[in-house]
């Protein structure tokens, strides 16, 4: 999917799975940075290399990213220095520590990491199926504010640096 051009070339890449809470911030965020977005199964480094600024999300598995998501990280090489990256994430909890491991790898990788976004998921998963869930209607129009705020801070962020360098 692909949403008007702005002066940032952006993509998110996200994996979402049982829910699609990932999937519905990634489309805010992507909307508001007018962004092409993909899952991972779909982003290779190849494609990645015409962006300015990549996103990555992922709602949260086993208390952290999905894979998928931390190998695309890995793979990251010094082709990606000059790029600006965020991270989000959707979860049944909203701790902190959730996407410290994918920031670390990030900024081992010496890209200009500009923050992560996070917010509770709507779960209804394990022994939480037999109570309704929780987290119910989450994320929700206060959720996508959030994220549409975090998204214009970024895009103010990266167009005064690209701005200043040209």
Same mark, same amino acid.
Request: a positive charge.
């Given at each position: 999917?692909?949403? *008007? *051009?702005?002066?940032?070339?952006?993509?998110?890449?996200?994996?979402?799975?049982?829910?699609?809470?990932?999937?519905?911030?990634? !489309?805010?965020? =992507?909307?508001?940075?007018?962004? $092409?977005?993909?899952?991972?199964? %779909?982003?290779?480094?190849?494609?990645?290399?015409?962006? $300015?600024?990549? =996103?990555?999300?992922? =709602?949260?598995?086993?208390? *952290?990213? !999905?894979?998928?998501?931390?190998?695309?990280? +890995?793979?990251? %090489?010094?082709?990606?220095?000059?790029?600006?990256?965020?991270?989000?994430?959707?979860?049944?909890?909203?701790? $902190?520590?959730?996407? %410290?491991? @994918?920031?670390?790898?990030?900024?081992? *990788?010496?890209?200009?990491? @500009?923050?992560?976004?996070?917010?509770?998921?709507?779960?209804?998963?394990?022994?939480?199926?037999?109570?309704?869930?929780? /987290?119910? =209607?989450?994320?929700?129009?206060? +959720?996508?504010?959030?994220?549409?705020?975090?998204?214009?801070? @970024?895009?103010?962020?990266?167009?005064?640096?690209? @701005?200043? /360098?040209?």
């Amino acid at each position: 999917m692909c949403y *008007k *051009k702005s002066m940032v070339n952006t993509i998110i890449v996200y994996f979402s799975y049982h829910r699609g809470n990932t999937s519905k911030i990634a !489309h805010v965020i =992507g909307r508001e940075l007018n962004s $092409d977005i993909a899952r991972t199964k %779909d982003a290779t480094l190849k494609n990645l290399k015409q962006y $300015d600024l990549i =996103g990555l999300g992922s =709602g949260i598995y086993n208390g *952290k990213p !999905h894979k998928s998501i931390l190998e695309l990280v +890995d793979k990251l %090489d010094e082709s990606f220095k000059d790029k600006y990256f965020f991270i989000f994430c959707t979860s049944r909890k909203n701790q $902190d520590c959730y996407l %410290d491991e @994918l920031e670390m790898k990030l900024k081992s *990788k010496g890209v200009k990491y @500009l923050g992560r976004f996070q917010t509770f998921g709507e779960y209804d998963r394990g022994i939480f199926k037999f109570f309704g869930g929780i /987290n119910r =209607g989450r994320p929700n129009i206060e +959720d996508f504010q959030n994220a549409v705020l975090f998204a214009r801070k @970024l895009k103010e962020i990266v167009e005064n640096e690209k @701005l200043e /360098n040209s």
